[in-house]
């Protein structure tokens, strides 16, 4: 009788044992929230999780084991999620990649992407890479890069072997792509070396109905952001250009906003283009001199600085020659040191 008491007690217990969760617990705090909700989404799943008002929030989700991008209204990161992780986050959107930390079970996975992805911001610093100036130089720098990253990623053991396996294959592809680009600049630098004639302009078409020559531009630095309504980078670089502009209002300096706008990008309408180019003007309130490239991509200053890429920054000294055809971006730092490099 006792044997079968026993007997009758285990499969109780065995019975009582917690089943496996066949879904995720997803939770975390956001400090200086961006929005009111969060979105993980891949290319055939999407769902919306409420931030309280306190940064708070929390669901349980059924998923397909992998990679989902998290997007907080303002930045995006990836996690790796899979049914019975519980994975708590935190992070702090003014430094969002540098405070992004998970914790709980399956939370490693979701950390060696966060570190990935800073390590790799960290290597590829485009800032410090576009100072290269020679072809042998570029490859040797990408070569260490490639041995840097391959030795990062054997070094994160226990984490899920897609990721570690995936993270190794796309070293090369990721490289080419940057090596390409750089290659390019320091080839465009060849080309339109500093000191040299400007490619010029005449009469393109302001804001306010006016025009603008290139020869009007003599007297000052010019700094000329090459843009377009609808180009997401170019539209993040408004504030920063907006700020640069107030800072330096009164130096030895203006700056010049040219629209590649085009037919094809507004619906076949040069009108609409002008339309939709005049009312983001409005709209960002943006200053300085704004021109519209008369053909777009095709408009011969356009074609002769060889951009084929946007937003592109130039900078012209007041003599009206090349500084540099490729001038660091609005939010970088390097450019405040140009500038400061040339008493501006």
Same mark, same amino acid.
């Given at each position: 009788m006792k044997k079968i008491l026993f007997l009758l007690l285990a499969i109780a217990v065995i019975s009582c044992q917690e089943e496996p969760k066949d879904y995720v617990t997803f939770s975390g705090k956001i400090t200086n929230k961006n929005s009111d909700s969060i979105v993980l989404r891949t290319r055939d799943y999407s769902k919306t999780i409420t931030v309280n008002k306190d940064g708070t929030f929390s669901d349980t989700l059924k998923v397909e084991t992998g990679i989902y991008n998290f997007f907080d209204g303002s930045e995006s990161t990836n996690v790796f999620l899979k049914n019975g992780f519980d994975i708590n986050m935190t992070l702090d959107t003014k430094e969002f990649d540098e405070t992004i930390t998970y914790t709980g079970t399956g939370?490693?996975?979701?950390?060696? @992407?966060?570190? %990935?992805?800073l390590k790799e911001e960290e290597l590829l610093d485009m800032d410090e890479l576009s100072t290269i100036t020679e072809m042998d130089e570029l490859d040797k720098a990408m070569e260490n890069i490639k041995t840097e990253l391959s030795e990062f990623y054997a070094s994160k *053991?226990?984490?899920?072997?897609s990721l570690t396996n995936n993270a190794v294959k796309d070293i090369e592809p990721? @490289? %080419?792509?940057?090596? &390409?680009y750089l290659a390019d600049a320091i080839t465009l630098k060849k080309d339109l070396p500093k000191?040299?004639?400007?490619? *010029?302009?005449?009469d393109y078409e302001n804001v306010d109905g006016t025009t603008t020559s290139f020869e009007d531009l %003599? &007297? %000052?630095?010019?700094?000329?952001?090459?843009?377009? *309504?609808w180009c997401g980078p170019c539209k993040a670089e408004i504030p920063s250009l907006k700020a640069l502009e107030k800072e330096y209002h009164d130096k030895n300096i203006q700056f010049l906003s040219l629209s590649i706008d085009d037919d094809r990008s507004h619906g076949g309408s040069w009108d609409k283009a002008r339309e939709d180019w005049k009312a983001m003007i409005a709209e960002k309130e943006l200053g300085g001199i704004q021109l519209?490239?008369?053909?777009?991509?095709? *408009?011969?200053?356009v074609r002769e600085y060889k951009i084929n890429g946007i937003p592109r920054f130039i900078l012209i000294d007041p003599d009206g020659n090349i500084v540099t055809p490729d001038a660091p971006r609005p939010s970088s730092e390097k450019l405040k040191e140009l500038f400061d490099s040339l008493n501006i």
């Open positions: 939370a490693e996975h979701s950390n060696f @992407l966060a570190e %990935k992805s *053991t226990g984490i899920d072997s990721m @490289l %080419k792509f940057y090596r &390409g000191g040299a004639p400007s490619p *010029t302009f005449e %003599k &007297g %000052k630095y010019t700094y000329i952001d090459v843009w377009a *309504t519209f490239a008369p053909n777009g991509w095709q *408009t011969p200053f």
